[in-house]
């Protein structure tokens, strides 16, 4: 076992790779593969086609007129639709450039771990479209609440492998994940969903996913002729906050607020404001534990924020005060999921209305009238329809 503390992979004092022998050659050869791509041309040239012609990048950023007004006035939202990405989230921008990074290390065949499902099906659709051989691995009780996932998956051409051990959840199908990985590495690439897990995938990810911030940015200036006050994003793993902060990080005067699902009837999914430093899943991080430290379970009626852990770099913009982190309980979400569809005609992921969520709370108390708040808008409500579908009865009857 590595203490984790040799390399690179550090923000702070979180990170590194805490990880078994068998793997730490894996994580070097990946590494040292990443680092030769991003100084190939061809590799950034090819990766800017796939997003634009596969995905459908640039997303727009827009002008919610609506919202801005039913929250007084007080500012100018936007949103960065990222719900209108290729299979409805932020996935597939991180998808995409792993997809090649694995045909650059000859890889012919794919495994990941879903949550929700997002992950999983924007991973088999990439694989599809490499004609690799896909794995996906799920916890079983995840299986049962994501059905049509599942079933995108298999038209999709992947394997989903049930995760029946521990909570049958995502952090299980995780662990079965990574033990393919090392198993079959020689021909097989670990796709991971998130900024989590051992260096070198949190930096990995997060520069996947920084094509947001970078479009953001330079569609606000195009807008405004100024760079937003603030920017709001839900925190599961932390890819899209992530994706979209790192292109502001440097500016002072533009507030980072990463908001996390904080309240079910059973518990939160809240592991920067309310766990404590730990590892897991090969990386020391902010996560739910108990005083033994016993990995805890995660509760969120978002499946997409249902992790207990979060990405290392968000421990570090924690600490260090650049990022300020809330969080928002279910109730508050779900009012922001009908809100939104009505205001704009947009039914949003139940991810991101976290994020909508606390931009409304904020505005509330503000009494000047010149912000622009730019939200993240991660993900499409497609997936969560069943689940909202008796909050909708409630409020059309
Ligand atoms: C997976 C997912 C998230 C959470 O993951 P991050 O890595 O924190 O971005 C948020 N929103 C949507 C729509 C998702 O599918």
């Not at 040239?45 to 997303?59: I, N, W």
């Not at 902010?286 to 009626?301: K, R």
Request: aromatic residues 6%.
């Amino acid at each position: 076992m590595s203490d984790g503390t040799r390399g690179g992979g550090r923000f702070g004092r979180y990170g590194g790779r805490f990880v078994p022998e068998t793997l730490m050659s894996c994580l070097l050869d990946l590494e040292r593969e990443y680092a030769a791509a991003t100084e190939d041309e061809s590799f950034r040239a090819e990766l800017a086609e796939l997003l634009r012609l596969y995905s459908g990048r640039p997303t727009p950023l827009y002008p919610a007129e609506n919202l801005s007004r039913e929250c007084g006035g007080r500012a100018r939202i936007y949103l960065k639709r990222e719900d209108l990405n290729h299979t409805g989230a932020h996935k597939i921008n991180n998808c995409l450039g792993q997809v090649l990074l694995a045909r650059r290390m000859g890889k012919r065949r794919i495994v990941a771990e879903t949550g929700a499902g997002q992950h999983g099906v924007a991973t088999a659709a990439v694989a599809a479209r490499f004609r690799m051989d896909c794995t996906i691995y799920m916890g079983e009780l995840d299986m049962e609440r994501q059905r049509p996932n599942v079933v995108r998956m298999r038209l999709l051409g992947a394997e989903v492998v049930p995760t029946a051990s521990g909570s049958r959840t995502l952090k299980d199908a995780t662990n079965d994940a990574i033990r393919d990985w090392v198993t079959n590495v020689r021909n097989t690439h670990y796709i991971i969903g998130s900024t989590v897990g051992p260096h070198p995938y949190p930096t990995i990810v997060r520069d996947f996913q920084a094509v947001i911030g970078r479009e953001a940015r330079e569609q606000i200036l195009e807008a405004e002729d100024r760079l937003p006050s603030v920017i709001v994003a839900c925190v599961g793993g932390g890819s899209n906050a992530l994706g979209i902060f790192s292109a502001f990080l440097g500016d002072e005067d533009v507030a980072l607020i990463g908001v996390e699902a904080g309240g079910s009837p059973d518990g939160h999914a809240a592991a920067l404001c309310e766990g404590t430093p730990g590892v897991l899943h090969g990386s020391y991080s902010y996560l739910m534990q108990d005083d033994d430290g016993q990995v805890e379970l995660a509760h969120s009626i978002a499946p997409g924020l249902d992790y207990p852990g979060v990405g290392p770099e968000h421990s570090f913009l924690m600490d260090s005060g650049r990022v300020t982190y809330a969080r928002v309980p279910d109730r508050e979400a779900l009012a922001a999921f009908s809100d939104l569809s009505r205001l704009e005609g947009i039914i949003p992921a139940l991810e991101p209305c976290h994020a909508l969520a606390f931009t409304r709370k904020m505005l509330a108390d503000r009494t000047d009238g010149d912000d622009v708040v730019i939200v993240n808008l991660s993900g499409r409500g497609d997936k969560d329809i069943d689940a909202v579908t008796d909050l909708i009865e409630d409020l059309t009857e």
